[in-house]
């Protein structure tokens, strides 16, 4: 397979972004969808801003440097990426705290419904965020299968929040049929593209999305615990308040009044000040992203994950696959269930193949395509076929549990 | 005064650490209470955290390099320094979002009471977030003027927030005196330390506080919009819940379950996924204020103003004080007022005297005591004298409004 993975690289019109990043010598990288690699510019674009805004420029950079507009800036450049218009896209926070923001407003603005509608098994920070709010009184959670889902969209529904694509098993849901079927049921949606922004064609004003937020340190490379960004339909601009009401939401911040008037648009869903490194390091990251383009990097994906597939499958490996076999039904990633997954995918790491592990049972492979050759997939296989066949993972110290799995 | 100045700085024991700061040419820098200086060491740690934690190690790092632990590792190296213990404090999100998780979960310790007060004309964020809440129906909003507020301290208060030293004038509270009285009328008290954490003495536990936030990027130079923290007193470690609940603040966030069980003590103020460039900047920033130490950091830092002050004087100068003239009532700031303050600011911007305006007619000067000299404050004062006898404050292009003033 090693061969016909180094003809598919030698065809493959991406591969010569692979050296924009710094992907470190032996490894094979399968958790970009966990933590995008490094983009070989953010070192110096963060120096610069360090040094020279920082350092020299100081508090005028606020100004001179425009960081005062860098979370509008980062977010109209997210926007086309994700089918939405500049001004509906803005880039803060983490995802839980934007979760929080939108869940409320949704809330607010279907008065007399409280149930927000989630998966059972959802990436837990979503439901976590309406239990929040459930404890607060304002909300009630409601989980239902993700079979059953339809069924539990009722009218007592006043949002509907799913993740595009599942975290663990990478399912997509169909955004348009799910969104119109909330939409009957007078619910709005609030979308998490946290494992599919960057990666997937995503379309949220095609589909009539209400809401979104996303993940900035995943397919768009920001780095470790980037901010995040949230999405608010235009139609909506004007209804959706959020209770985190901080300064830097404020239509007149330096005013200094003592009441809040929220800011137009977006930009009300600024709290406070905006943390300028990470924003700084991900604008890095999402530009990256864009030259490259959605649509090639959705379709190399593809061919990365059905690859790897066939190379499982040629080594004569049986492993239960949880994800969609249908390339189009899933996220940039496979997943398999095996009651050892979290020493496998130790092994795996210490042969320098690093996947990730979710509790209880997955082994999960992200195809950051971006950065990924076939060979690697050819190679990444090959160790899984080794780390299986001499049962290697049964090693202690492959079993003793980190602190982050 | 020249002279005077520099026979002070030469028997100024702080002065050696001006040199662990990057304070740029040709600046004097009176704004370190809104974004500090750069510490000369942080641009290597950011380095060493892009291209090595995150660059070379990926995913690893939030074991390898304890990622996971930063917040928490920031937050007991604050601790020390206003007055905590180390598992009383987390550096996470900002000071407007931890003030919502703190607010939240004093309301929910007094049921029963709804009223939040604080001070009319406090920074915008600490009134602005407790309108959220009175938006959500939680909590109802109580703004009295400074003199006033014991008398507004009623058994309907469930919090009292106020900032410890102002952002405007300086006046600092007696954190003691006014803790125990919202203690006797049963309330909780807030405080906002971000005017005096790093530059001023603050002794939570020995004043009895129940909960604090402050904020990185001021005396803690952790760099523009770096994450805040927040401390809880351990008497209510278990009581206190707040309802941004994340997925970082659940005891076992890698066991991802359907339901929320809030991590023990601090930890449960976590929510998403923590920014750890702008958390290791901080780190430098306060590893430098800790090894300086604040006693000495409060003297020389009431000796600046002091001696700004004087210099001042001895032009001539008459203008209006807002701060205390007793340093020991004040922060490390001075404030004037000025009908044409805004133009004045920019007249000294452009004579590299870099302080800041507050609406709508405040000049400020903070005191950085880790990096300003008292030569500083002697050229400062003449710039100023200058300024103002010149009227060259009057030029049109020092009275155009920017963006962020």
């Known amino acids: 397979m090693l061969e016909r993975a180094k003809s598919l690289d030698a065809a493959d019109p991406l591969a010569k972004f692979r050296e ?84 409320s407003a949704a809330l607010r603005m279907r008065p007399g419904r409280k149930v927000v509608l989630s ?93 979104a937020v996303g993940c900035g340190y995943k397919y768009f490379n920001g780095g470790p615990g980037a901010p995040a960004y949230a999405f608010v339909a235009e139609r909506h601009h004007s209804d959706a308040q959020q209770p985190l009401s901080g300064w830097m939401g ?11 008037t929220p800011a137009p648009g977006v930009d009300r869903l600024l709290c406070g000040t905006p943390g300028i490194l990470g924003l700084a390091a991900m604008e890095v990251g999402v530009d990256l992203i864009a030259e490259i383009g959605i649509e090639p990097l959705h379709s190399k994906s593809q061919k990365l994950s059905e690859f790897f597939r066939q190379c499982l499958l040629e080594s004569g490996l049986d492993l239960e696959l949880v994800s969609p076999i249908d390339p189009a039904q899933r996220g940039s990633q ?8 979290y020493a496998i995918c130790q092994a795996l790491i210490a042969r320098g193949v690093i996947g990730d592990f979710r509790d209880p049972d997955i082994l999960r492979f992200g195809f950051a395509p971006a ?6 997939m050819a190679e990444a296989a090959r160790h899984l076929a080794e780390v299986l066949e001499t049962e290697e993972w049964q090693r202690k110290e492959f079993r003793e549990r980190a602190a982050v799995t």
Chains 1, 2 share one sequence.
């Not at 450049?77 to 705290?97: F, N, R, T, W």
């Not at 404020?250 to 809040?260: E, K, M, R």
């Open 20 to 103: 924009r990043f710094d992907v470190p010598g032996g490894v094979i990288y399968l958790d970009g969808n966990s933590l995008g690699c490094l983009p070989r510019a953010t070192p110096a674009r963060l120096e610069q801003v360090v040094r020279e805004e920082w350092g020299r420029d100081l508090i005028r950079s606020w100004n001179s440097a425009d960081w005062i507009n860098l979370p509008q800036r980062v977010g109209a450049k997210i926007a086309p990426l994700i089918g939405a218009q500049p001004h509906e896209v803005i880039a803060c926070d983490s995802v839980s705290v934007n979760l929080y923001k939108l869940i």
């Open 119 to 211: 998966e059972a098994g959802n990436f837990p920070t979503d439901v976590y965020m309406i239990e929040g709010l459930e404890q607060q009184g304002l909300a009630e959670r409601r989980l239902s299968d993700r079979g059953d889902l339809l069924e539990a969209l009722d009218e007592d529904v006043a949002l509907l929040l799913l993740t595009h694509a599942h975290y663990k098993t990478g399912e997509v849901f169909d955004m348009e049929a799910i969104t119109r079927a909330a939409h009957d049921k007078g619910a709005l949606v609030l979308w998490d593209l946290s494992h599919s922004g960057g990666a997937l064609p995503v379309d949220l004003n095609a589909r009539n999305a209400d809401f």
């Open 250 to 260: 404020h239509a007149t911040p330096f005013a200094f009044s003592d009441d809040y």
């Open 334 to 341: 496979l997943s398999f269930r095996h009651e050892d997954a």
């Open 371 to 376: 950065y990924l050759r076939f060979e690697d």
